[in-house]
Every structure is written in structure tokens, then in C-alpha cells.
């Protein structure tokens, strides 16, 4: 296969955690993973241990936060690859200590949703364009369970005694994000779904979650490389569709 035919992802926030596992993942598959990370030293260090292992990764600094980031570098993806084709909305923040939904600043909650919501709409709205140039796309937002609404609504919940509320909204409203735009580009052959990876162990997960972040990666990576004709605007995990 010659470069120009290789597919190219974007995977933001993979430096660590789940996206440092689906970055790996998608090279492994023969794609071109690009690491979208705000910290150059922390960019340059994941992506040099994933060319060390022979995988054809670059990196490229983004702060989903930023509107000029996001802009400057998918400008930077445009002109070196002339494409691209996955997008995963990784990058996520839980910042809400032991906060409920009645105490919860204001301060907390807009700097949730402008990474966690914000950041990944304006990233499918500067990357769409390229995928609808190619014709194809793929587009993973990582959620949460903690963000479906029939969780929230259920008095027997498994999370019912998790509060994280800046968190829960913002990963409901990245579940909205996904139904609008999958219907927005459905004749397009972009695909466009939520995922919840489960708990995995990462600096967010914390130390007692039972799963790696390689298994962590295995719906979104499967999300990612979806067949023509595969599920749009839904949301899954174990590779199974789950309630919003
Ligand atoms: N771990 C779990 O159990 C779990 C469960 C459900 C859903 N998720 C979701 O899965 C995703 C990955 O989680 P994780 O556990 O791997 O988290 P993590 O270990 O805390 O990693 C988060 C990543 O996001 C990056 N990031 C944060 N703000 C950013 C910004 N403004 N611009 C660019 N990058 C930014 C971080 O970069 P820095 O290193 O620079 O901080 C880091 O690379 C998140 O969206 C999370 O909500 C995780």
C-alpha cells in the first residue's frame, strides 16, 4: 500500500490512557495515527515510544480548548496527509472532586464542557469537510455511562451513588453531539458513534478499575474501523449498543 492510500486517524488526548492504546491499535492496523496532545514534551515522548515499536505515528499539538489549535492543526493534518479519515474525541477531563449537582461551581462546569463538549464539536465540524472531500469517515466519541440519561433516571443505577455532575452533563451532551451529527451526515458514509470503554485503569480510572487501557480501546477501535454500511449514531460498549 503507498502512503497516499494509507487511511490516517486523529486520536486527541494520546499521549496517555485509552487514546495511548487506540492510537497504537490503529497503527497496527496499517493506519496512520496522528496524536493530537496539548503538552509538545509529553506528544513527542508517546509518539517516539509508538515509532520505536515500528508504527507509523505522528504528532501534532492540540489543546481541544483552543479554537486556533484545533484550526492550526487540522490545517497541519490537511497539508501533510491531503486527507483524513477517523476522528476520535478522546481527550476528556473529570475534575468535579466530591462536588454534587447542588453545590457544583460554575467555574467547574464550563471548563467541562468546553473540553469534554466543545472541543469535540468544533473538531467534527473542521474535520467533516476532509472526510466528505475523501468520501469516508469515521468519527468515535468517547463517552461514558455515567452519561446516559436511563442511568441517570434509574433509582437502581450501578452509578447511582456517583456524582461527578459536571462530568455526567457533559458526557450526555457529547452523546447528543453524536445523534445530531450522524443525521447531519448520514448520506455521506461517515459514521459517526458514542462509546463508554468501560472502567479502565488510567489517571482518570484510577488504580482499582478492572481494565487495561488495551481493552479499554476495543470498542472504540472497532468503532473506528466500522465497514461501509456500519452502525451510525448510536452508542456502545463491549461492542454492544447501550441506552442513551
Ligand atoms: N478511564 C475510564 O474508566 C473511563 C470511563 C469512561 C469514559 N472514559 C473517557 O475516555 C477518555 C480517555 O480517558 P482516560 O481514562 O484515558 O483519561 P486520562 O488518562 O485522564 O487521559 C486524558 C487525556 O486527555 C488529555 N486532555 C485533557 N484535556 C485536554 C485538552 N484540553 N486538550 C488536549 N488533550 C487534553 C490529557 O492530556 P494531558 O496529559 O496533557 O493532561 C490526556 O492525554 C475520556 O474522554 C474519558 O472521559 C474513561
Not at 65 to 83: G, L, M, N, W, Y
Not at 94 to 121: C, E, R, W, Y
Not at 155 to 166: I, L, M, Q, R
Not at 226 to 232: A, E, M, R, W
Request: proline share 5%; charged share 20%; hydrophobic share 40%.
Amino acid at each position: 500500500m503507498s502512503d497516499h492510500d494509507k487511511r490516517v486517524a486523529l486520536v486527541t488526548g494520546a499521549n496517555r490512557g485509552i487514546g495511548y492504546a487506540i492510537a497504537r491499535g490503529l497503527a497496527e492496523q496499517e493506519i496512520t495515527a496522528v496524536l493530537g496532545v496539548r503538552d509538545p514534551n509529553k506528544g513527542a515522548a508517546a509518539c517516539s515510544s509508538l515509532q520505536d515499536q515500528g508504527l507509523d505515528t505522528h504528532f501534532e499539538l492540540l489543546d481541544i480548548t483552543d479554537e486556533k489549535s484545533i484550526r492550526t492543526a487540522v490545517t497541519h493534518i490537511q497539508d501533510r496527509f491531503d486527507r483524513l479519515d477517523i476522528l476520535v474525541n478522546n481527550a476528556g477531563i473529570m475534575i468535579d472532586g466530591d462536588a454534587n449537582v447542588l453545590n457544583v461551581s460554575q467555574h467547574t462546569i464550563l471548563k467541562t464542557l468546553q473540553t469534554n463538549v466543545f472541543g469535540p464539536l468544533m473538531l467534527c465540524q473542521r474535520c467533516i469537510p476532509l472526510m466528505k472531500a475523501g468520501g469516508y469517515g469515521r468519527i468515535v466519541n468517547m463517552a461514558s455511562s455515567l452519561g446516559s440519561l436511563t442511568e441517570m433516571a434509574d433509582p437502581n443505577s450501578g452509578y447511582g451513588e456517583v456524582e461527578t455532575p459536571a462530568y455526567r452533563l457533559s458526557k450526555a451532551a457529547l452523546n447528543a453531539i453524536t445523534t445530531l451529527i450522524a443525521k447531519e451526515v448520514r448520506d455521506e458514509n461517515i459514521l459517526v458513534n458514542s462509546v463508554c470503554p468501560g472502567w479502565v485503569r488510567t489517571d482518570m480510572g484510577g488504580d482499582q478499575a478492572p481494565l487495561t487501557p488495551e481493552q479499554g480501546a476495543d470498542t472504540p477501535l472497532w468503532l473506528a474501523t466500522l465497514p461501509d454500511g456500519g452502525p451510525s449514531g448510536g452508542f456502545f460498549s463491549e461492542r454492544k449498543q447501550i441506552p442513551w
